[in-house]
């Protein structure tokens, strides 16, 4: 068990549906991301929060917009996706720290998307 | 803008033997390099990392990496190689830049490891 969890794990949506996935780490982490994972392609950071704000976008479409209420909690809202949108998402927490130390990220099970 | 390669997408290894995974990497400040596995249907996992000291870094489940500085490479190792240890590997690297910023972490493609009976 990694400390992250994700639900749901796996999840089927049409183009017109709205759904949320919902991401929590157990860790105590001040960081959270969003990455998205195609087949032979490689990981794509989405966005990235520190202390509660969104501090990475990159260049992310608008149909999917990301909340983190707290730092423990990570959601990611879903809007007329498009099926290329299918893919495995994946949340990661991390504790950022100043003065140079990098830390690992810990990652989530991921939610399977499928978009019809 | 950092980058990383991993030019292989499969290793093919029988159990037993010894096992090697490339990755190269590509920074203009200091390099922080990871290794990932990811087995089906589960997230990353986190195997080992490189902030500096020792070129040689240990990790979990008996792997290792070897950081070389002149040939920008971080190639991950295991002397006997399990069936378990089937599964995708990812190698990243987080730039440090002098100012001691981070930037974020940048993944390889990965290399999906096949290990024999």
């Known amino acids: 068990e990694t400390g992250v969890t994700q639900t749901p794990r796996h999840l089927v949506m049409g183009m017109t549906n709205k759904k949320s996935l919902k991401c929590e780490q157990h860790?105590?982490?001040?960081?959270m991301y969003w990455y998205k994972q195609s087949a032979k392609k490689p990981l794509e950071l989405m966005f990235v929060?520190?202390?509660?704000?969104?501090?990475e976008n990159n260049s992310v479409p608008s149909r999917f917009s990301p909340e983190c209420p707290n730092s423990s909690h990570l959601f990611l809202h879903l809007h007329t996706l498009q099926p290329e949108d299918s893919a495995l998402y994946l949340c990661a927490s991390s504790q950022d720290t100043t003065g140079g130390r990098v830390n690992e990220q810990f990652f989530g099970p991921g939610t399977r998307l499928t978009v019809l | 803008a950092q980058s990383v390669a991993q030019p292989e997408d499969q290793v093919n290894v029988a159990e037993g033997n010894p096992l090697t995974v490339k990755c190269t990497y590509s920074?203009?400040?200091?390099?922080?390099l990871f290794w990932y596995v990811q087995y089906p249907n589960r997230g990353l996992q986190f195997l080992l990392k490189?902030?500096?000291?020792?070129?040689l870094v240990k990790g979990s489940y008996g792997f290792e990496a070897e950081f070389n500085k002149s040939q920008t490479s971080f190639h991950l190792k295991k002397p006997s190689a399990l069936v378990s240890d089937s599964a995708l590997y990812f190698c990243?690297?987080?730039?440090?830049?002098?100012?001691?910023?981070?930037?974020?972490?940048?993944f390889g493609k990965g290399t999906k490891l096949s290990v024999k009976p």
């Open positions: 920074v203009s400040g200091n390099p922080y």
């Open positions: 929060y520190s202390l509660e704000e969104r501090v």
């Open positions: 860790l105590g982490h001040n960081a």
């Open positions: 990243a690297v987080r730039e440090v830049n002098y100012g001691g910023s981070q930037g974020n972490l940048i």
């Open positions: 490189y902030i500096t000291g020792d070129n």
